[in-house]
């Protein structure tokens, strides 16, 4: 399907690759409803409706069951029925295993692998009965390879991917797709606080020899969202950094 005259809710898209989903669908015709804990900038709303379609920014956690409830239906109410979600908020809460406390690993997985069951079961309501829609997760390459401090992250991307796959499965005779995207190094304010060093190190195991833009995820999620004969899939967007068999 194009995603013309579509809508499409984008979950933590105040800034990073959320941000950028959100400017290309609406560059695409697509009318947006994006979402951050705080009050969404007017500036960015008036940056997509330049587009000619409609934006509205939509408050709420995602972590939370009844927000995350509420949230879809004041964006329903404000665009019409949703045809694409993309879940792309995400936190990370890097510590070593023996210092991770219970907190921040469950804190993590509330965000990352909750929210983003949260705001499926209440979207899908609606596309199960509409017959038609797209849900796109942003999972990441440490869900499937692991990363040394990111066991909490890791569980919650790779729990992410588990989820992409049972719920594709669950939805497909009703026409909905379900992927996802693995995005590997992507420059954001999420990676800006990597020590330099480790950034190195990182490039050197990199193909393509060269971090990722958010652009580059939009993209892909674009065509997710377009690709109707495709579900139950992860993309790697990683300049090669994981090469499945
Ligand atoms: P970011 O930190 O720049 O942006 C995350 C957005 O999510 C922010 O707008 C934040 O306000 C929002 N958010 C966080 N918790 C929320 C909650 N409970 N409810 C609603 N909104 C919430 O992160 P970035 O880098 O743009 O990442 C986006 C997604 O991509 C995340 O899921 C992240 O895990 C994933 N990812 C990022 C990679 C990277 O290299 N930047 C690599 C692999 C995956």
Do not use: C, H, W
């Not at 509409?130 to 401090?149: E, F, P, T």
């Amino acid at each position: 399907m194009s995603v013309q005259g579509k809508n499409v809710f984008i979950t933590g898209s105040t800034r990073g690759i959320g941000q950028a989903i959100a400017k290309n669908f609406a560059k695409n015709g697509a009318n947006v409803a994006v979402n951050g804990r705080k009050e969404i900038s007017t500036a960015f709303l008036s940056e997509l409706t330049d587009f000619g379609v409609k934006a509205v920014g939509i408050v709420g956690d995602i972590a939370d069951f009844t927000q995350a409830e509420a949230m879809i239906l004041e964006a329903e109410e404000k665009l019409g029925p949703l045809d694409i979600l993309v879940n792309n908020a995400g936190i990370t809460n890097d510590k070593l295993m023996l210092r991770m406390s219970e907190e921040d690993f469950e804190k993590v997985l509330k965000v990352n692998l909750t929210g983003t069951f949260n705001m499926t079961q209440n979207v899908l309501k609606k596309m199960l009965k509409r017959r038609s829609g797209a849900i796109i997760n942003i999972s990441s390459v440490v869900g499937l390879i692991g990363n040394v401090g990111q066991a909490n992250y890791a569980a919650s991307k790779a729990g992410v991917i588990g989820f992409t796959k049972s719920v594709a499965r669950e939805v497909a005779p009703r026409n909905i797709t379900v992927n996802a995207i693995a995005p590997g190094f992507i420059q954001t304010e999420m990676t800006d606080s990597l020590a330099g060093a480790a950034k190195e190190v990182m490039l050197q195991q990199i193909p393509l020899k060269r971090f990722g833009e958010v652009d580059d995820v939009a993209k892909v999620a674009m065509f997710l969202a377009e690709a109707n004969y495709l579900t139950g899939q992860v993309i790697n967007v990683d300049g090669g950094l994981v090469m499945n068999g």
